[in-house]
């Protein structure tokens, strides 16, 4: 059931503050402040009864006082504990489940848990975490999950399925959803039971999963049903966007946690507060945390802090009052029990916890979300702007859809609207009810059952006159209404495959994603520009699948802030070693020498790590590094140790071999780097992701991905193995972005001029016209001040471009090249000026070249292929803005390995 969560943090920058704080007020916790109560917590007092528990128990008393727990083990067998105290619990004969647990799909499976005895009747009701849909083979998220309702009538000895209580509001099959992420539903949930404010409380774990590696991404929801309903279907309502507003079965819902998972939720008499006892989801770091809140009505949660290290308790949690054996109110002192099913051979055990009073000063953790937006519908998760016109089919109905002409039929099947060409001609369907808009974008999905030929169209006017991206057996194109053109090529869509098209209009620019990649950026001169609706066209025997529509005026921007960490960050061992100390490994010496760091290994591996540095995800990381003998060491980042286990990042270097080493696996990514002892030499590895770019001495030698690299935080350091005897200096860190164009152009978007930009050879390809500029800039990372623009540049054809820095319009900077000479442009107080800093290397057609401009305040250091060939003062424009690219007169330049670093 429990799945090791791993995320990860692009780093995307703040919208405007005005759509900040829109979003902002749907989130429910409120500030972080210092908790106004203190606690303690004692050793683990082993619990053996509980060990085998794999989903948190229920635990209430009958009318005749008997207290009563039921568990489902990990092979599923309901367990049926009785007592008077949580202390004098028998095992009775396990319960059974009749054949209304009819596994629908096939595979389903059930655990039962958050028990209510009917005090009236003594009718038992417990809630039911399913999992169905399994797949052994995918890297992540490997079933579905729901919640249901079962009930007893002879003290959980047989137990019959009432139905399911609270869904997703998503498809319950992987393949169903475009992109890499999917919705893997609702689950892991716990029970509170309100009986002073008369309604059951269901907190419940939500989250999304990518399909192609071991990364998810959860958080904590809630539904709630009044008691007198018994918790059966239909009379859960969640929570939404600050109201019980939606469904159970099926509606929207929003966080109140994210990045933690709810085990248990109980009444503090000591507090006079709701307690919430969670989890984070760090990878590798599940801490405990508190909240409170004062309404449940209002769900007026604080923001989950920390009150115990993560090696203390295992996956499932539950607080039990020693006293009472009460789980619901609990007084000053409680049991924190902790179980995992005896995964690891650890056997259930509890804390003893006690409240007091003061003060304490809390440590809370950064939220986590996919990079991309998912159709969650709610903030953070789904980037879809306030007031979007969206129409998702859920009803099957139809609503403004209407055929303009052709024989086709246009139905909705499946919540899905669908089309059938039945003859070798055309069908257009246009929504009537959508807005009509001249600037914005337009998302759906769509689904090709057969024969692949489909028109999204916007500003329709008439049959003859609209604006259209057209699809054919993976030939890109555009249509206006009386002509077509020809855009790029990708591989076919396989049949019945679901994919995700976003498209960006804004005049004659236009941007094409394709599940979430964008592929070309440029003008299309022939498209209509006024307002008008959108729409769908098919064509020659197609069938084709469309569903999640999204329209709006306004663009989707990443909500995402930057994450709390510093951002820079470096260490010149003038001080003394400061906090580095040998953390794996063994036989290690670990000094500073003459003012450099110097680490000398044993037989083995040594690593080494600043506990003073900051924790990293994507990152650049520098290094001057001298090998004194044995040519083997690394630099190590995203480092994290508990007490069972200990992953790391390092990128690793053995006589002309640069590698990589996870603690758990290693490997060569190139050869033939050769490094002389007693030299100095500079290494910098940029990460983002699992992707790595590797310079040495200035000049690029390694960038792509390293599968087996995690995605997590985690501090820097060292290594040296084998006999090895190697100094460091100067070490240092910068937060960084990376667009590499593997898989597409990412945020590069044509801002000016007229040219062509396209995803080409995995690089970022740039096209100019005779006598014309044109001008592309990554619109939606945020704007820069200081800092360092890397990148590569190969010239396909001419030679003439400009990388631009500190981009607003009304200022510019940039370092231009034009055939041989390299100049510094600068566009301030409506005068552009160009001033020649030097002349050569010269970058000859089809040879790739490194360049890095350093830019502080008006301090400027150009390096080409790794040597300096400038630095200087020059009157600047100093103003923070974006970076991009400008070329002119008939150049083709090709783009990769972007990197911009922040000081």
């Not at 006293?323 to 804390?351: P, V």
Request: charged share 15%; aromatic share 14%.
């Amino acid at each position: 059931m429990f799945a090791s969560s791993i995320r990860i943090e692009r780093l995307i920058l703040p919208i405007a503050i005005a759509a900040l704080l829109t979003i902002a007020s749907f989130l429910i916790p409120n500030k972080a402040s210092a908790a106004d109560f203190t606690w303690t917590y004692g050793a683990d007092t082993t619990q053996d009864q509980f060990t085998h528990v794999d989903l948190n128990p229920g635990i209430a008393r009958d009318a005749q006082g008997n207290l009563w727990v039921i568990y489902t083990d990990g092979s599923l067998i309901i367990h049926r504990l009785k007592g008077t105290t949580i202390d004098d619990l028998i095992e009775l004969p396990n319960g059974t489940r009749d054949t209304s647990f009819n596994r629908p799909h096939g595979d389903d499976n059930y655990w039962l848990n958050g028990l209510w005895i009917d005090p009236a009747d003594g009718k038992w009701y417990a809630t039911v975490h399913m999992e169905f849909n399994y797949n052994p083979n995918w890297p992540s998220g490997r079933w579905t999950r729901g919640i249901g309702l079962a009930t007893s009538t002879d003290e959980g000895l047989n137990w019959h399925y009432e139905g399911d209580i609270v869904t997703s509001d998503n498809p319950t099959k992987r393949d169903e959803f475009a992109g890499d992420y999917w919705d893997w539903g609702v689950g892991d949930q716990s029970l509170y039971v309100d009986t002073a404010g008369g309604y059951f409380y269901l907190f419940y774990g939500a989250g999304w999963q990518s399909k192609s590696e071991w990364r998810d991404y959860l958080s904590t929801r809630v539904a709630r049903c009044e008691i007198s309903s018994k918790m059966m279907p239909g009379c859960w309502q969640k929570w939404h966007n600050g109201s019980w507003s939606e469904p159970g079965l099926g509606g929207h819902d929003t966080d109140l946690f994210n990045n933690s998972g709810i085990n248990a939720v109980f009444y503090s008499t000591y507090l006079n507060k709701f307690v919430a006892v969670g989890q984070t989801m760090i990878p590798g770091r599940h801490d405990g945390t508190f909240a409170t809140a004062t309404d449940l009505s209002t769900q007026n949660w604080t923001v989950p802090e920390k009150f115990i290290d993560a090696d203390r308790l295992y996956w499932y949690n539950w607080a039990v009052d020693p006293a009472t054996s009460d789980r619901m109110q609990i007084g000053q002192n409680f049991r924190l029990y902790s179980a995992q099913n005896f995964y690891e051979n650890k056997s259930g055990k509890y804390i003893n916890v006690s409240l007091g009073p003061g003060t304490t000063v809390p440590i809370t953790f950064p939220g986590s979300y996919p990079e991309v937006s998912v159709p969650d519908y709610s903030p953070l998760w789904d980037w879809t702007p306030v007031g979007a016109y969206r129409q998702d089919f859920s009803n099957n109905g139809i609503g403004g859809w209407q055929k303009i002409y052709g024989t086709a039929d246009w139905t909705v099947e499946d919540k899905q609207l669908k089309s059938i060409t039945q003859d070798g001609g055309a069908t257009l369907a246009v929504d009537n009810a959508s807005p009509s808009i001249a600037d914005g974008y337009m998302s759906f999905t769509v689904k090709s059952v057969s024969n692949q030929r489909f028109k999204a169209v916007f500003r329709y006017q008439d049959w003859n006159r609209f604006a259209a991206i057209l699809y054919d057996n993976g030939n890109i194109g555009w249509d206006n209404g009386t002509s077509v053109g020809n855009l790029f090529s990708i591989p076919p869509f396989a049949d019945n495959s679901v994919h995700l098209i976003d498209i960006y209009f804004k005049g004659d620019f236009i941007t094409v994603y394709i599940d979430h990649e964008q592929k070309y950026s440029g003008k299309i001169p022939s498209f209509p520009t006024e307002a008008g609706k959108i729409g769908f066209s098919t064509w020659y025997y197609s069938t084709i699948m469309f569903d999640n529509v999204v329209v709006s005026a306004s663009l989707p921007v990443s909500p995402h802030p930057l994450p709390p960490y510093i951002a820079s960050y470096s260490n010149d061992f003038g001080g003394g070693i400061a906090g580095y100390q040998e953390r794996f490994g063994s036989g290690g010496t670990w000094a500073v020498e003459n003012g450099e760091l110097s680490g000398t290994a044993g037989a083995g591996t040594t690593v080494a790590i600043d506990s003073n540095s900051p924790r990293i995800k994507n990152a650049t990381i520098k290094a001057k590094v001298k090998p004194i003998s044995g040519q083997r060491f690394g630099i190590v980042a995203r480092f994290n140790q508990n007490a069972t286990a200990v992953s790391y990042n390092a990128i690793t270097y053995e006589n002309g071999n640069i590698g990589y080493d996870t603690s758990s696996a290693t490997g060569t990514l190139v050869s033939g780097i050769n490094l002389a002892d007693g030299t100095w030499h500079d290494l910098e590895i940029t990460l983002n992701g699992l992707f790595v770019v590797i310079k040495v001495d200035g000049v690029i030698r390694y960038s792509g991905e390293v599968a087996a690299f995690r995605m997590g935080e985690g501090n820097i350091g060292f290594m040296t193995s084998n006999n090895a005897h190697v100094h460091f200096d100067e070490v240092s860190y910068r937060m960084s972005e990376v667009y590499h164009f593997q898989k597409g152009i990412n945020d590069f978007r044509n801002a000016a001029g007229n040219g062509t930009w396209l995803h080409e050879n995995g690089m970022l390809s740039g096209q100019s016209n005779a006598g014309e500029w044109t001008t592309n800039l990554n619109e939606t990372m945020g704007d820069v001040a200081d800092g360092k623009l890397s990148f590569s540049v190969t010239p396909i054809a001419e030679t003439r471009f400009i990388a631009l820095l500190r981009y607003t319009g009304d200022t510019q900077l940039g370092l231009m090249y034009n055939d041989g000479e390299y100049l510094l442009y600068a566009y301030q107080n409506g005068q552009s000026t160009m001033q020649s800093l030097f002349n050569g290397p010269a970058l000859p057609l089809g040879t790739n070249h490194d360049i890095d401009i350093a830019f502080s305040g008006q301090n400027l250091k150009i390096a080409i292929d790794g040597a300096e060939k400038y630095s200087g003062a020059p009157n600047i424009p100093t103003t923070a803005g974006k970076i991009g690219f400008s070329l002119w007169a008939n150049s083709h330049i090709h783009f990769d390995n972007v990197v911009v670093a922040r000081d």
